[in-house]
């Protein structure tokens, strides 16, 4: 996911509901949680269908970005009678600021629910207790 | 404020032109389903991302499958603070009725990746059939 997506993220006029950007017209946003305690931010990501080999996590230094892509569910010979799944590719990124230990980022995938940890900095962990 | 942490603005957009569309997933009926026939069976899938097997429910009784459970909430520290909270903790229940008989003792199923999947083999009564032409 390089940056032509995100520029086509950008604006999406409420009339092309109907129509999707080519190659974003099964964009999933993950149902997403974030908290933060005093030592990290902790993000945790719906990615139903999604196999772990199939997620991908990038942090750059003032980005985390996610994409998980979801397998097929049924077999070529289903005649789908209700179809509220389909295939789906799964994307959502972050902003980060600064103060997070990028290298230290790690992730789990649990119960298809991907779980991200993105420890602070001492610094600003330091700031966080100053402040108190 | 040292730390920011935003949804992109390019996210807030898409979920403004999109409120009520499937991009926005915590809007839709919860689990999703797909219901798939087959000559021999039909089998309905849901997503139920976060559920371990002991929290959904599945019961069959006259002609009618229904499915039910809680997802429980994450468990957080306590000095944490919530950022971003679009998962809401909430019970489910969703019923289908079957139009053919079912083979209600052969039904199955298998929760794997966030995926329930019902296998709900027909009654020999409901197969479909060739008929020789004598």
Same mark, same amino acid.
């Given at each position: ?25 099964? !964009? ?26 199939? $997620?991908? $996590? ?41 103060? !997070? ?15 991200? !940890? ?12 100053? $402040?108190? | =404020? +040292?730390?920011? @942490? ?11 032109? @999109? ?10 009926? @919860? ?11 039909? *089998?309905?899938?849901?997503? #139920? ?14 002609? *009618? ?16 603070? *919530? ?8 019970? @489910? ?17 298998? +929760?794997?990746?966030? =995926? #329930? ?18």
């Amino acid at each position: 996911m390089g940056n032509n997506n995100r520029v086509a993220l950008v604006r999406v006029g409420p009339k092309s509901l109907m129509k999707r950007p080519e190659g974003l017209e099964n !964009i999933i946003i993950p149902v997403t949680d974030v908290y933060e305690t005093a030592e990290e931010f902790v993000l945790k990501l719906d990615l139903p269908g999604v196999e772990k080999e199939k $997620i991908n $996590i990038t942090i750059q230094p003032e980005r985390l970005s996610i994409r998980g892509e979801a397998g097929t569910t049924h077999r070529d010979e289903a005649s789908l009678l209700l179809r509220e799944i389909g295939v789906k590719t799964y994307y959502r990124e972050f902003n980060l600021g600064e103060g !997070i230990q990028h290298q230290a980022a790690r992730a789990e995938f649990e119960q298809a629910v991907l779980t991200v !940890i993105l420890p602070k900095t001492d610094a600003v962990k330091a700031k966080i207790i100053s $402040i108190r | =404020m +040292l730390v920011r @942490f935003d949804v992109p603005r390019t996210l807030n957009t898409l979920f403004e032109d @999109f409120a009520v569309s499937e991009l926005a997933p915590s809007t839709r009926s @919860f689990p999703a389903l797909d219901i798939a026939e087959y000559e021999n069976e039909t *089998v309905i899938v849901a997503e #139920l991302p976060g559920l371990k097997k002991e929290d959904v429910k599945i019961t069959f009784e006259e002609d *009618v499958l229904t499915l039910s459970g809680e997802r429980k909430p994450y468990e957080i520290p306590q000095d944490a603070r *919530v950022l971003i909270n679009e998962n809401r903790v909430r019970t @489910f229940n969703r019923s289908i009725r079957f139009g053919h008989d079912v083979d209600a003792n052969r039904i199955s199923a298998d +929760l794997q990746n966030g =995926m #329930l999947k019902i296998v709900v083999p027909k009654a020999e009564s409901a197969k479909p059939r060739t008929i020789e032409v004598k």
